[in-house]
């Protein structure tokens, strides 16, 4: 199995750059923030975001961590680590690595669908173009169409080592 570099670490800290920067333009008027990361690649990627909106923009975040069953989410409720009064009228972005189908980020979001929420949005790392659930990324690092067989995989372990692979 052949695999393809398609982001080294400089890419990719440019892409965490740019999407801090559209995240902040975007919410200039906010007072709080509330950035949820899936966990594991998620959680990673939405440090990075956090680290860079506190240096670009007055606006107050609070990083938070979700995780959910990536293989059958439907069988257990998400476990987070934050409460209803964290994002009760507030925005929320909530970050993955790679949006593959759609299914991961979708019942991650799904725990906010029945709250006052005052605006919801997804970030992704890479958007495969891939989705099969009604979920769309409004912040992406890299569009990339693949096919079906292919994966995208990012090692985002060590630091300046960063890469994100086509397999």
């Known amino acids: 199995m052949s695999k393809t570099k398609i982001l080294n670490a400089l890419q990719i800290s440019q892409k965490l750059d740019r999407m801090a920067y559209q995240v902040f333009e975007t919410n200039f008027s906010e007072k709080d923030l509330l950035i949820v990361g899936i966990d594991g690649n998620g959680y990673k990627v939405a440090e990075e975001i956090v680290k860079r909106l506190n240096k670009i923009s007055p606006i107050k975040t609070k990083l938070c961590k979700i995780k959910v069953n990536k ?46 929420v005052k605006k919801l949005s997804t970030l992704v790392l890479v958007d495969r173009s891939h989705i099969r659930y009604p979920v769309k990324a409004d912040y992406v690092g890299l569009s990339l169409s693949t096919t079906l067989q292919e994966r995208i995989e990012a090692d985002l372990k060590t630091r300046g080592k960063e890469a994100v692979f086509l397999i």
């Open 71 to 116: 293989e059958e989410p439907w069988k257990t409720e998400p476990i987070y680590d934050f409460t209803e009064k964290d994002f009760v009228n507030k925005s929320v972005i909530v970050v993955d690595d790679v949006l593959n189908s759609g299914k991961t980020i979708m019942y991650a979001i799904k725990l906010f669908l029945d709250k006052p």
